[in-house]
């Protein structure tokens, strides 16, 4: 349900991370021709993973799904996933450069897998985002020009991210999105103890605050869809952990996304000639950052889509 999941927190706009695109087109055209409410929907479509490189969470999916799922072996057949998956309607490539297998490796998709699928699609004019898993994930990533980091990293010890590494972050002018929130909820399935999760949480936002104090770009996300706790409130508190003040947390939601994705002079202010993009919230987030959480109201290019 869009309104459970989505609207009903204040999301005007969203960006899907992995999905079948003929799907989430399908559900796009239904949300633009007003059969239902919803809001404007961006996504990556199929995401491409390392060859034989399926991450063990997605094992126990059906076969028939991963199948579907692109695991190119070569640069030229990345650039057929990329093409196919853009002009499907796809607004960005998605990789999934480091992957975690059962056995604790992981496996990492070739350079020039990388290379060839960051090229073309910077050559349609569209954004690659990653999922780098690790530091190696993200050197990686680095090293093709990609544009979005998607989550922070783990790993069995600390995972700083130093001063070097984010320097590099932002030579490249990559845009992080923390998914903090994720973090637990993936360690909790997992059955670790508290400690444990709370001390690998605390990684993770360790390297946000690094990241926003270097000046690096932040865009607010959770990874709901994949998680099943659609509850955005947690991502504010941590992040605000992490440092950030009450106009950082909400550049990250307005004005960064909307300059990330090249659409500052029509989405992300209130201003004339722009889309009337606007949530109405129950309270002053600048006093209580949870109150991102509650909206009263939430109008997408003008029409209300919360409450429905």
Same mark, same amino acid.
């Not at 059962?102 to 699609?121: F, G, H, L, N, Q």
């Not at 680095?142 to 700083?160: F, I, P, R, S, W």
């Not at 001063?163 to 670790?192: G, H």
């Given at each position: 349900?869009?309104?459970?999941?989505?609207?009903?927190?204040?999301?005007?706009?969203?960006?899907?991370?992995?999905?079948?695109?003929?799907?989430?087109?399908?559900?796009?055209?239904?949300?633009?021709?007003?059969?239902?409410?919803?809001?404007?929907?961006?996504?990556?479509?199929?995401?491409?993973?390392?060859?034989?490189?399926?991450?063990?969470?997605?094992?126990?999916?059906?076969?028939?799904?991963?199948?579907?799922?692109?695991?190119?072996?070569?640069?030229?057949?990345?650039?057929?996933?990329?093409?196919?998956?853009?002009?499907?309607?796809?607004?960005?490539?998605?990789?999934?450069?480091?992957?975690?297998?059962?056995?604790?490796?992981?496996?990492y998709m070739p350079p020039e897998i990388i290379e060839a699928a960051t090229r073309e699609t910077h050559?349609?004019?569209?954004?690659?985002?990653?999922?780098?898993?690790? #530091?190696?994930?993200? !050197? +990686?990533?680095?090293? $093709? &020009?990609?544009? @979005? %980091?998607?989550? *922070?990293?783990? =790993?069995?010890?600390?995972?700083?991210?130093?001063?070097?590494?984010?320097?590099?972050?932002?030579?490249?002018?990559?845009?992080?999105?923390?998914?903090?929130?994720?973090?637990?909820?993936?360690?909790?399935?997992?059955?670790?103890?508290?400690?444990?999760?709370?001390?690998?949480?605390?990684?993770? #936002?360790?390297?946000? !605050? +690094?990241?926003?104090? $270097? &000046?690096?770009? @932040? %865009?607010?996300? *959770?990874?709901? =869809?994949?998680?099943?706790?659609?509850?955005?409130?947690?991502?504010?508190?941590?992040?605000?952990?992490?440092?950030?003040?009450?106009?950082?947390?909400?550049?990250?939601?307005?004005?960064?996304?909307?300059?990330?994705?090249?659409?500052?002079?029509?989405?992300?202010?209130?201003?004339?000639?722009?889309?009337?993009?606007?949530?109405?919230?129950?309270?002053?987030?600048?006093?209580?950052?949870?109150?991102?959480?509650?909206?009263?109201?939430?109008?997408?290019?003008?029409?209300?889509?919360?409450?429905?």
């Amino acid at each position: 349900n869009l309104s459970q999941m989505l609207t009903r927190y204040g999301f005007t706009t969203v960006v899907d991370t992995a999905s079948d695109v003929d799907n989430t087109v399908a559900l796009r055209r239904r949300i633009e021709s007003g059969e239902i409410r919803g809001p404007r929907v961006l996504t990556t479509g199929w995401p491409l993973f390392p060859p034989d490189g399926i991450p063990f969470y997605l094992k126990d999916m059906p076969p028939e799904f991963l199948k579907q799922l692109p695991q190119p072996e070569s640069a030229e057949q990345a650039l057929g996933a990329v093409r196919s998956n853009l002009s499907r309607g796809a607004d960005a490539t998605k990789l999934f450069v480091a992957t975690p297998q059962a056995d604790r490796s992981v496996k990492y998709m070739p350079p020039e897998i990388i290379e060839a699928a960051t090229r073309e699609t910077h050559r349609r004019g569209r954004l690659v985002m990653v999922h780098p898993t690790d #530091i190696f994930g993200i !050197r +990686a990533a680095l090293a $093709a &020009g990609v544009d @979005v %980091l998607v989550h *922070t990293t783990l =790993g069995n010890a600390k995972t700083g991210w130093d001063a070097t590494l984010i320097q590099a972050m932002l030579a490249r002018d990559v845009a992080v999105v923390p998914t903090l929130q994720l973090w637990p909820y993936e360690l909790r399935k997992a059955r670790l103890p508290e400690r444990a999760i709370e001390s690998a949480t605390g990684d993770a #936002i360790e390297q946000v !605050r +690094a990241f926003a104090e $270097a &000046g690096g770009q @932040v %865009l607010f996300g *959770t990874d709901v =869809g994949y998680m099943l706790e659609y509850d955005p409130t947690d991502e504010y508190v941590y992040m605000l952990r992490a440092g950030l003040t009450f106009e950082q947390i909400l550049a990250s939601l307005t004005t960064a996304p909307a300059a990330r994705w090249k659409e500052s002079e029509q989405r992300g202010r209130v201003a004339t000639g722009f889309d009337a993009d606007l949530v109405v919230l129950e309270a002053d987030p600048a006093a209580d950052i949870r109150n991102f959480a509650r909206p009263r109201c939430v109008f997408r290019a003008g029409k209300r889509i919360f409450p429905l």
